[in-house]
T-cell receptor
Framework: GAGVSQSPSNKVTEKGKDVELRCDPISGHTALYWYRQSLGQGLEFLIYFQGNSAPDKSGLPSDRFSAERTGGSVSTLTIQRTQQEDSAVYLC????????????FGSGTRLTVV | AQKVTQAQTEISVVEKEDVTLDCVYETRDTTYYLFWYKQPPSGELVFLIRRNSFDEQNEISGRYSWNFQKSTSSFNFTITASQVVDSAVYFCALSPVNGNKLVFGAGTILRVKS
């Protein structure tokens, strides 16, 4: 597609429920990244994919967070047993190769845990 | 460890004023990339510039200019004759050349008043 597409754009969930956030990168972009933007916390790296593999998961804050990428394209970030501190904007970005090329961000998913 | 500091939390200017956004970084890498991104109220991060660490030439693009000084580890961004549409959060970011992720500063909120 023309840009990085994320869905849903907004998600309100009850504490303890699982949520899935989807990212559809730019066609042909092999690298995909997830970031989290919390109020007052800036942009926090979560995970990086190169193709379908995730060589860097160092930013995932707990084992409640997981992500997968299928077919070298769409990625899903799953948060299990959501907590209020998970409330944030989750941003996805994609790049032709590594981040050194500069990458394109999606509009994000605003997650609110109530 | 890498770190990016944007000391200015918020700046307010009147339209047509020039404004400079400061960025100071820390890294042990000898080669790296520096970036600026703009995040307008819509939320999407917009790529503005990428700079190689071995290229210290200043760059100008329209009303935007960037001053990279390796000696002081700074990569400052100037907007000349600011406009209301420049109102946004601006992020400075750093990545090693072979790295897989960007480290972002906390961002500077720029408010341009008419």
């Amino acid at each position: 597609g023309a840009g990085v597409s994320q869905s849903p754009s907004n998600k309100v969930t009850e504490k303890g429920k699982d949520v899935e956030l989807r990212c559809d990168p730019i066609s042909g972009h092999t690298a995909l990244y997830w970031y989290r933007q919390s109020l007052g916390q800036g942009l926090e790296f979560l995970i990086y994919f190169q193709g379908n593999s995730a060589p860097d998961k160092s930013g995932l804050p707990s084992d409640r967070f997981s992500a997968e990428r299928t077919g070298g394209s769409v990625s899903t970030l799953t948060i299990q047993r959501t907590q209020q501190e998970d409330s944030a904007v989750y941003l996805c970005a994609s790049s032709l190769a590594r981040v050194s090329y500069g990458y394109t961000f999606g509009s994000g998913t605003r997650l609110t845990v109530v | 460890a890498q770190k990016v500091t944007q000391a200015q939390t918020e700046i307010s200017v009147v339209e047509k004023e020039d404004v400079t956004l400061d960025c100071v970084y820390e890294t042990r890498d000898t080669t790296y990339y520096l970036f600026w991104y703009k995040q307008p109220p819509s939320g999407e991060l917009v790529f503005l510039i990428r700079r190689n660490s071995f290229d210290e030439q200043n760059e100008i693009s329209g009303r935007y200019s960037w001053n990279f000084q390796k000696s002081t580890s700074s990569f400052n961004f100037t907007i000349t004759a600011s406009q209301v549409v420049d109102s946004a959060v601006y992020f400075c970011a750093l990545s090693p050349v072979n790295g897989n992720k960007l480290v972002f500063g906390a961002g500077t909120i720029l408010r341009v008043k008419s």
